[in-house]
């Protein structure tokens, strides 16, 4: 089990893939706070703390790059049809938990990065508006939060990977499904989005958009949907056809 998990940690880390992943991160906050409305960006109209704490709700984007890392560990296997491989050289119990634990830490990682990376360009949008960034115990929150829903994404593109091996079609789940699917029903009907895992990951953030659950509920709320995709992808992985 160790190696496995040592292994799939490797591998996560090799290449430019993480980099990659880190500048995503990165810029998936900065694209949606570029096409937010600016009325509902506007630092200059709150106080230092408020638009602190409004710029920094875009930390909810981060959770999706961990949640492609993830896919991405699984579905380059079969991509590169090294799965055979990777199984005949561990138990195939280790390689799924491996890859669980390695998505985990890869999720971590990007947590991190894009806690800190964003938490400085914040800083630099709010000197641009004559505002310091305020560095409050609802910022430390929602920064630790980041690192934990991101940590908890990986595990979440793990699972999907396994479900939906194809890169392509797993990738697009990953990355589309937050973004298409959960945003806009989170802007138009809230109460159905927040059940969702990356809303639920929203809420363990504390972004300050109408809907989204306390980070408790949001916890709550994700684990069994992790659990449940989690027991799916293994059920799958045993039962598929290793080529």
Known sequence: MR??????????????????????????????????????VDVKAVDAATGTHLLLGFLAACPVAAMFLGCWLVTREYYYKSVVRTVLANRRADVYLGKLVAGAAGGLAVGIVGAAGWAVIVTLVLRADTRSFAMDARTWQMLAGCVAACTLAGPWGVAVGWIVPNYYVGTGIAILLPLGVELPL??????????????????????????????????????????????????????????
């Open 186 to 243: 989170l802007l138009n009907y809230p109460d159905v989005a927040r059940f969702l895992p990356a809303t639920a990951l929203a809420g363990i953030i504390r972004t300050p958009i109408d809907g989204v659950l306390p980070p408790a509920l949001g916890f709550l709320v994700y684990l069994p949907v992790l659990a449940a995709a989690s027991w799916l992808g293994w059920v799958l992985f045993r039962r598929r056809e290793v080529r």
């Open 3 to 40: 190696d496995a998990v040592r292994s799939e940690i490797l591998k996560a880390r090799s290449g430019f893939w993480m980099l990659a992943v880190f500048a995503y991160a990165l810029l998936m906050p900065a694209l949606l706070l570029a096409n937010a409305p600016k009325s509902t």
